[in-house]
């Protein structure tokens, strides 16, 4: 009868009907908690992008000169495969690299630089060069940023900044060659379009202080690579593209920020209430954006570095603390697909003082470290994608990734993100509490073409007490301090597989596992071949 009645209606009714029958099917499916992830063995993507662990960012320069710090960015290094890191500060007072002599004369200085990129160079990472604070007495005015003061004001005197530039360029070059500097990239200042904030002057001014800055990089090589804006929001990319194309100007890669926060853009000394956005595509939109903009222009083939991008731009915004916080970065860089040449997540560590000293061990600090060195939720995140293979393979789950590598191992890594925010409530009075996870059903894992044999199966985890250092912390009363016990504690709850096991997989099967999840977890399946 139903056949009958089908038939008896026109083709675009029927269309109708179909797609209702199949909502229907996909709604019970979700009520079930039914979720599957199919990969066929012999379908790949390609490469696996890695521009998740390109760069990261960090919180100054002088930060860089502290014996916990190295150390922290070592073991980030090792552990999520961080190439490039970025930070401010490089040409502040703190760093001892500007002065003049009585008669105005410049007076150069890189003992404090070369310390740093030294070490940089020695654990098998690059500087992403931002060029900035202007240095005091190259300043125009006294205005400054964050407790350690970085002058933010144009300089005095252009052509003196052209020649600092300049000096510091070649002494790069004389110091680590010209084919490690070609892969470098110099980025001029940071957020000028926050003014007052980050830069005094106009737009214009900024670009001036780009052109000056282009001009004095490319006269030492014209192959190293030079951009900006690093803007906050998004900002100026067309404008950016538009005046160097206009002028005539060299630019070999666009940079600016995104965080996902629905208001504002600075929080000098983190003191405001902030809320996550619930957009969907909060931060990841927009970087299609920009990479839409950039394809319009007349120069569409350039990079796209976001050399900043987090959940929330302030220092003192637990979310950053939070598990949430770990499928909510899985979630971003999969949507970014292949937009952006790098997503430099801000920052690496809780050492970090711009807003000062900071005096409790977590207190929603921006790193995937805390200030002692333990892994938050987030640092997981990039461990996990670092265990990935090197060859994608063919996925329509929109919250996965699976690989393999040539050793003939394979990864699963998946996650549930779930906004949980409730409406009228702020990041600092929600994420601090104790968030214990609903359950979101199952997940199962089908995996065809396997090649027969022997596998351990590592099976790791971060979600609701499962790598949640901060629900650790919550359970020992949140204490101001955290002796030696304490800390020892938290990094030994952290970092383990949570199951591992041997099995054997049969010619010709599918490999099926099934999982249950929870809001916000993130698992991670890593076969390893025998």
Known sequence: MDRIILLGINKQMKKIIWVLVVSQFAFLANVKGQRSINVDLNKTSGKLNTMFNTCVGAGRANEGLRADWQQQLEYVRKQCGFRYIRMHGLLTDDMAVYTEDSKGKPQYNYMYVDALFDFLH?????????????????????????????????????????????????????????????????????????????????????????????????SVNPDYKVGGPGTAGAAWVPEMINHCSKNNVPIDFVSTHSYGVKQGFLDEYGNSGTVLSKDSLAVSGDVLN?????????????????????????????????????????EKIKQVGNAASSMSYWVFT?????????????????????????????????????????????????????????????????????????????????????????????????????????????????????????TGYVDMGRPNQLNRQQVEKLKEENGSPVAKQEIVIKPNTVYSREFDIRENDVILINLIKS
């Open 350 to 470: 809780d050492v970090f003082e711009e807003p000062g000293p900071r005096f409790t061990p977590f207190h929603g600090g921006f790193g995937l470290l805390n200030t002692q060195g333990i892994n938050k939720p987030a640092f997981y995140s990039y461990q996990f994608m670092n265990k990935l293979g090197e060859t994608a393979l063919a996925n329509t789950d929109e919250r996965s990734w699976v690989c393999k590598n040539d050793k003939g191992d394979i990864q699963a890594l998946l996650w549930d993100y779930t906004y949980t925010l409730p409406d009228s409530v702020n990041n600092q009075s929600y994420y601090i509490k104790d968030l214990p996870a609903k359950p979101k059903g199952k997940v199962k894992i089908n995996l065809s073409h396997v090649p027969a044999g022997k596998y351990t199966m590592e099976i790791y985890k971060v979600g609701y007490r499962v790598n949640d250092a901060y």
């Open 122 to 218: 020695k654990i098998g990472m690059k500087p992403f060069v931002e060029l900035g604070f202007m240095p005091n007495a190259l300043a125009s005015g006294s205005q400054t940023i964050f407790w350690w003061r970085g002058n933010v004001t144009p300089p005095k005197d252009y052509n003196k900044w052209q020649a600092l530039i300049t000096n510091l360029v070649q002494h790069f070059t004389e110091r680590y060659g010209a084919g490690e500097v070609k892969s470098w990239y110099f980025e001029v200042w940071n957020e000028p379009n926050l003014s007052p904030g980050f830069w005094t002057g106009t737009q214009d001014d900024y670009f001036k202080l780009y052109d000056y800055s282009a001009k004095a990089i490319k």
């Open 290 to 330: 920009s990479r839409k903009q950039i394809s319009q222009s007349a120069k569409p083939g350039l990079e796209l570095h976001y050399t900043e991008w987090s959940s929330s731009y302030t220092p003192a915004d637990p979310v950053h603390d939070s598990y949430h916080e770990a499928a909510y970065i899985l």
